[in-house]
């Protein structure tokens, strides 16, 4: 499966953004996630969702981003509100096989080429 990501873009501080991410399999039955770049840092998880709609949020994201997915359109979507210039990042979307919501990147097997955000102070 591929997975092409889009929407990040240059915002202010307080804005708000809004990522997609399109599968060009059936990700139907899998956990997708978003993780996050920054440069010269590691690459950190950020969000995932299950079929079932469960999330997991990394604590820097709490209450300020969603995660959410249209399965019928294997999609993933993260809205993002309230935006810092620490959250300045390549984000990157991301599959795993994993039946489990994980926060680990080497259990994610595919993965988007990355969509910028910049947030200026």
């Known amino acids: 499966v591929q997975l092409q990501a889009s929407g990040g873009g240059l915002v202010q501080a307080g804005g708000s953004l809004s990522l997609s991410c399109i599968a060009s399999?059936?990700?139907?039955?899998?956990?997708l996630g978003w993780f996050r770049q920054a440069p010269g840092k590691d690459r950190d998880f950020v969000a995932a969702?299950?079929?079932?709609?469960?999330?997991a949020y990394a604590h820097f994201v709490t209450g300020r981003f969603t995660i959410s997915r249209d399965n019928a359109k294997n999609a993933v979507y993260l809205q993002m509100n309230l935006l810092k210039p620490a959250d300045t990042a390549v984000y990157y979307c991301?599959?795993?096989?994993?039946?489990?919501?994980?926060?680990?990147?080497?259990?994610?097997?595919?993965w988007g080429q990355g969509t910028k955000v910049t947030v200026s102070s």
């Open positions: 991301a599959r795993t096989r994993s039946a489990l919501l994980t926060t680990n990147a080497a259990l994610y097997d595919a």
């Open positions: 969702i299950a079929r079932s709609g469960a999330t």
């Open positions: 399999g059936d990700t139907s039955n899998n956990v």
